[in-house]
């Protein structure tokens, strides 16, 4: 992440950003197993399904 980062930002904001950028999938997967989990996803499946 350090090596994609914008070489013109210094070196706070890189760090800022590999931080972010490391806690940020954890996140997206705790967040979509619970809606998983709750049956949030086949909800969105249905209604994508009547849209067609």
Do not use: H, K, N
């Not at 954890?26 to 049956?39: E, F, N, R």
Request: glycine share 10%; no cysteine; charged share 25%.
């Amino acid at each position: 992440m350090w090596l994609l980062a914008p070489r013109d930002l210094g070196r706070r904001d890189r760090s800022a950003l590999v931080l972010f950028g490391s806690t940020a999938l954890p996140l997206v997967v705790a967040i979509t197993t619970l809606g998983v989990q709750d049956g949030a996803g086949a909800r969105v499946r249905i209604s994508e399904e009547e849209a067609w």
